[in-house]
């Protein structure tokens, strides 16, 4: 079986730096302009990359730091890094997309101790010490918990954890910490 230039393009938007695409095209002719045919950057690029990658029209931002590109047919950002849910709502007009939104502490004081559907992890301490807490539903977009995160909720009675969470960080052994918790609708007393 050979490789035909979907099967590549699928392939090479898994490489991790620019070389390999560069050698991609290099190194077997008929690959050449497999750059030309992506429409996003499936890696974070600098001015000499960017060049390479000539028809980008959604723009992905790995990281903070990452050079964003305005020119071009570029008329949307993807946002790969932690975003708090209040840059996320500052931010909503402008039609970005972003995959990391984290619910601070912060966030908590400003939007109340519902978690916001959109949210994909609970900052370290978002809860913390938040003694009227009582109970709590974590939507299923959430796959993330921080650090002591429900430490000192001295209220905290019953927590429902949904099968989604993939990390829950180190929370502590408070006496009246959650005393009941559901993960998968199944109810686990402490």
């Given amino acids: 079986m050979q ?14 730096d620019i070389n390999d695409f560069i050698n991609l095209e290099m190194g077997v002719k008929r690959f050449q302009g497999n750059m030309e045919r992506f429409h996003f950057n499936p890696i974070p690029l600098n001015q000499y990359s960017r060049k390479l990658f000539p028809n980008i029209e959604t723009f992905h931002i790995y990281n903070e730091e990452d050079k964003i590109f305005k020119e071009g047919r570029i008329f949307k950002y993807v946002i790969w890094y932690d975003v708090s849910y209040s840059k996320y709502l500052e931010e909503k007009e402008e039609m970005n997309e972003y ?9 908590r004081k400003k939007y ?17 010490e938040c003694t009227s807490l009582q109970t709590i539903n974590i939507p299923t977009s959430v796959i993330e ?14 927590i ?3 099968s989604s969470i993939t990390s829950f960080g180190h929370q502590g052994k408070e006496k009246n910490d959650m005393k009941n918790m559901k993960r998968n609708n199944k109810e686990v007393r402490k």
């Fill in 112 to 128: 109340g101790n519902t978690i916001p559907i959109e949210v994909n992890s609970l900052g370290i301490n978002c809860f913390y």
């Fill in 160 to 162: 429902n954890i949904p």
């Fill in 99 to 107: 995959k990391n939104i984290e619910y601070t502490k912060y966030d």
């Fill in 145 to 158: 918990i921080g650090d002591w995160c429900f430490y000192k909720c001295s209220s905290l009675i019953s």
């Fill in 3 to 16: 490789l035909g230039y979907n099967e590549i393009m699928i392939v090479s938007k898994y490489f991790e």
